[in-house]
């Protein structure tokens, strides 16, 4: 059993910076692929990036790349999206997620086994 805290969301202005945190228990964390999504008012939750178990590959929506990172510190059993030059369509609730049979990354949901609560993410025009 994993569980996932994400931090790190706000309120900031289009073009501002945010860097979102996820927290995991357990010890076998290391062995996950890690995913960010995220679910805007009225919409389907939608993938934002995902990151295989070693760090070492990683893949982003076309709406984000370019302007995110998703890294993973495993000593630490955390994983970040920093996410650059935000606009007013970023807004929604984002999400992470850990997947225990995916041998490198997935961009879809139904392959993770284990969600957070999701932390808000609000940009102004």
């Known amino acids: 059993q994993v569980q996932l805290v994400e931090s790190g969301g706000g309120l900031v202005r289009a073009g501002g910076s945010l860097r979102l945190s996820c927290a995991a228990s357990?010890?076998?964390?290391?062995?996950?692929?890690m995913g960010w999504f995220r679910q805007a008012p009225g919409k389907e939750r939608e993938f934002v990036a995902a990151?295989?178990?070693?760090?070492?590959?990683?893949n982003y929506a076309g709406s984000v790349k370019g302007r995110s990172t998703i890294s993973r510190d495993n000593a630490k059993n955390t994983v970040y999206l920093q996410m650059n030059s935000l606009k007013p369509e970023d807004t929604a609730v984002y999400y992470c997620?850990?997947?225990?049979?995916?041998?490198?990354?997935?961009?879809?949901?139904?392959?993770?086994?284990?969600w957070g609560q999701g932390t808000q993410v609000t940009v102004s025009s």
């Open positions: 997620a850990a997947a225990r049979r995916v041998a490198g990354f997935s961009r879809q949901g139904n392959e993770y086994d284990y």
């Open positions: 357990g010890r076998t964390f290391s062995s996950y692929a």
């Open positions: 990151i295989n178990w070693t760090g070492g590959s990683t």
